[in-house]
Structures are given as structure tokens and as C-alpha cells.
């Protein structure tokens, strides 16, 4: 459960950090106050986070720590409750000078709009979410009039991930696996139309699923699905579920997994796989990280 309550001394605070929305005559259309943006899914935190701003408030930071982890997000971030149901009474209480969302996911538009102006962000077209990425950070930039920061931010991306191509280049032509325990039974597998995949794209990586996918890109498959996989590697992300993971490996199904005899199983930190540039980045450290010791 989640404790929505705010002292008066809290809110007290948090009206004094807002004197652009308290005083009259003032536009909703103004530059957002930066101190005072709420995010009501994780790729909108991403993405102010990526232009250097900390939200006020966020939905379900407990399990953004567990699936998404980096950013890591300080623990004054207010949690204003589930992704899909966020506290709308206590919405209204932090005065928000903007409320941004992932469009289509969660409360609808009239009423975020009711509370305070909104923002929505596309995850993806159906097929490159890293490009929906860079255009949903650039119009956020613009919006936040931080557009310097919009350049500053993809500069940095794009020199980085040019600098993989050398890194990953004896994996070229060597199938990985993606995959996320879901429960005892089932795995998530990160295919095409993933944000992943297109980064594996750019860096000439092969990934091993070739399967369905959902719209995001992944799909939640049984276990017993994986021994055909033909992979070199398989690269699992954690996400606080040891114990569960810890009652998969002792059955004798994961023990004959292909992979898991062949020493080719490795059991990673958890990455957004629903992010933009900076889970892309992540990405590649813990793939990175991930690759080595296995060529």
C-alpha cells in the first residue's frame, strides 16, 4: 500500500515553489515550472530525467527501483500510487505546473487536464520506439524550453552508441536472447519493434527471438518455449525476483535448458525495456557487461 498523505508542513512547502501557478492571470500554455512536473509512467520520468530534470512526483516509484532502477530516483520523489490509478486527490495537492503521461495508459486526458496541463508521450509507432524516443524528447524540450539540452542530450546518445559498434563487433552474427522471468511458468522475451532491438540494429547485434511480439515489442511466452531457442547467450533481467528465480533454476526444466548446460545463462540488473535513450544506454553497459568472459 502506498501512504498518500502530505503534512501541512509539506504542503506548505510545496505552494511556496509555486508562485507562477498561484498568481492571477497567469497562462497554462507558460514554460512549466521545472521544480513542480509530475510523470504518470516511466518513459515520461526518463525523459525529463535525460533533460536533467527531477520530477516532484512519479507513479509507483517501487517498482520503477525494481524494473527500471537507472535513473535512480531520490527518495523525496513523491509516489502518487499505480501507473494505471494514480491518487487524483493527491494530484490536486501537489499543484503540478505540468502532468506528463504515457498516451493511451492511465487516467484519461480530461482528467489529468482537470488537475493541471497535460503532456502525452508515444512509446512507439509499432516499430522504432528509439526514433519515437528522440522525437518525444525533443518536443518535451520544447515545451520546457530546453532545447539545448535536447541537443546536448542526443550529441552525447549518438556518440555513444557509435562507440559500441567497435565493442560488440565480435558478437556480430552470434544470436543473444532477452528475456525477464515473469513467474514460475513464463518469461518476457524483448523481440522486434523493441527499443532493444533496435539498438542490437545499430550495433549489427542478432537477437535470438524471432516469435511474436506484442505492439512493444515482447512477448510472455512459457518457459518450456525457450529450449528451442537457438542462442550463443542468453541475458535475463533481474527485477527483485531472486527467490523466484533461485525455484526456477532448481527444476529439472531450466536444468536441461540448452543454454543453461552449455554455461551460456547470464542474470543481469534490470533495464527499462519500454524506455528511450537512457535505457538504451543502460542497455548497452549491462549487455556490454553482460558479453564479456562469453566470446
Known sequence: MFDFTLSRRRLLALAAL???????????????????IVALEWLPVELLLALGVMPLAVADARN???????????????????????????????????????????????????????????????????????RSLTELGERLDLRLRVRAH????????????????????????????????HALIIGKNSLFQQVMDTLGLENA??????????????LERLAAVDAEQVVCFAHGDDAQMSQVAATP????????RKDRFTRVQPVWFYGATLSAMHFCRVLDRALRGHS
Do not use: C
Not at 65 to 86: H, M
Not at 163 to 172: C, D, I, V
Not at 209 to 222: L, Q
Not at 253 to 260: C, E, I, K, S, T
Open 209 to 222: 527471438w524471432s516469435g511474436e511480439v506484442n505492439f512493444w515489442g515482447s512477448a510472455v511466452v512459457g
Open 253 to 260: 526444466l531450466w536444468q536441461a535448458m540448452p543454454f543453461v
Open 18 to 36: 509555486s508562485p507562477l501557478l498561484t498568481a492571477p492571470g497567469v497562462s497554462r500554455a507558460a514554460t512549466p515550472d521545472l521544480r513542480r
Open 64 to 134: 520503477y527501483r525494481l524494473w527500471v532502477g537507472e535513473p535512480a530516483l531520490p527518495p523525496e520523489v513523491i509516489d502518487v500510487g499505480l501507473r494505471t490509478e494514480p491518487n487524483l486527490e493527491l494530484l490536486s495537492q501537489l499543484r503540478a505546473s505540468l502532468i506528463v503521461y504515457s498516451a493511451g495508459y492511465g487516467p484519461s486526458v480530461e482528467k489529468i487536464e482537470r488537475i493541471a496541463p497535460g503532456m502525452g508521450i508515444r512509446f512507439s509507432d509499432g516499430s522504432r520506439p528509439l526514433s519515437s524516443a528522440r
Open 154 to 185: 542526443l550529441n552525447q546518445f549518438d556518440a555513444f552508441i557509435e562507440s559500441g559498434k567497435t565493442r560488440f563487433a565480435p558478437w556480430r552474427g552470434r544470436p543473444i536472447l532477452l528475456m525477464s522471468l515473469m513467474d514460475a511458468r
